[in-house]
């Protein structure tokens, strides 16, 4: 079973930019379309971003513009670099397969910490 792993977070001020990882141990390829995830404190987990296997992207209503997925295969990573970041992108970020069959048996890992603040 793919196992997947979230990397890149951290603390940035209002306007900065973040680059984050999801390297999987597996292929990667075989669990497309993949999707980058967020939890913030008190609320349900929702999708940012998602890609599939042709390239094709979407993305929520508030990082549309800021954020950008994508995919390295040779790399078994998929990446979300997000730009212009706001304090209500505060989040864990997790990453994982859209389908929701799949992403139960990979599981929802620890994800990785964005916060934006000044």
């Known amino acids: 079973q793919v196992q997947l792993v979230e990397s890149g977070g951290g603390l940035v001020q209002p306007g900065g930019s973040l680059r984050l990882s999801c390297a999987a141990s597996?292929?990667?390829?075989?669990?497309?379309?993949i999707g980058w995830y967020r939890q913030a404190p008190g609320k349900q987990r929702e999708l940012v971003a998602a890609?599939?296997?042709?390239?094709?992207?979407n993305y929520a209503d508030p990082v549309k513009g800021r954020f950008t997925i994508s995919g390295d295969n040779a790399k078994n990573t998929v990446y979300l670099q997000m730009n212009s970041l706001k304090p209500e992108d505060t989040a864990v970020y997790y990453c994982?397969?859209?389908?929701?069959?799949?992403?139960?048996?990979?599981?929802w890992g620890q994800g990785t910490q964005v916060t934006v603040s000044s």
């Open positions: 994982n397969a859209r389908n929701p069959l799949r992403s139960a048996l990979i599981g």
């Open positions: 597996g292929n990667i390829f075989s669990i497309y379309p």
């Open positions: 890609i599939t296997s042709s390239g094709v992207t």
